[in-house]
Nanobody
Framework: QVQLVESGGGLVRAGDSLTISCAAT????????VAWFRQASGPERDFVAA????????NYVDSVKGRFAIFTDVAKNRVGLRMDNLKPEDTAVYYC????????????????????WGQGTKVTVSS
């Protein structure tokens, strides 16, 4: 079973950059899809970005394209999310999620399709 631990959240100003990380314990991320979701308010967690660990393909929600980059760190068995040009509307609790790879290069965008979740890290962007 994969256990996920996020880190790196904090308070930044609009236009700043921040990188958050998701580390896996219990096993490696090999053969998994890893994604970032965020929850600003209410019960829903919204998709942000995902990556196939074995085949490093990615996808992003439109609102973060060109500003966020999801990346893998094989040596440290972690997935990062670099966030540039942050906006107040990016304020949320960011969650890391993982699921065993299904179809080749398939990257789910629905939270229901992910099996493992971290505890979240809060990112606050002031205007």
């Amino acid at each position: 079973q994969v256990q996920l631990v996020e880190s790196g959240g904090g308070l930044v100003r609009a236009g700043d950059s921040l990188t958050i990380s998701c580390a896996a314990t219990g096993r490696t991320f090999s053969d998994h899809v890893v994604a970032w979701f965020r929850q600003a308010s209410g019960p829903e967690r919204d998709f942000v970005a995902a990556v196939n660990w074995n085949v490093p393909r990615t996808n992003y929600v439109d609102s973060v394209k060109g500003r966020f980059a999801i990346f893998t760190d094989v040596a440290k068995n972690r997935v990062g999310l670099r966030m540039d040009n942050l906006k107040p509307e990016d304020t949320a609790v960011y969650y890391c999620a993982a699921v065993p790879q299904q179809a080749y290069a398939y990257r789910p965008v629905n939270s229901d399709e992910y099996d493992y979740w971290g505890q979240g890290t809060k990112v606050t962007v002031s205007s």
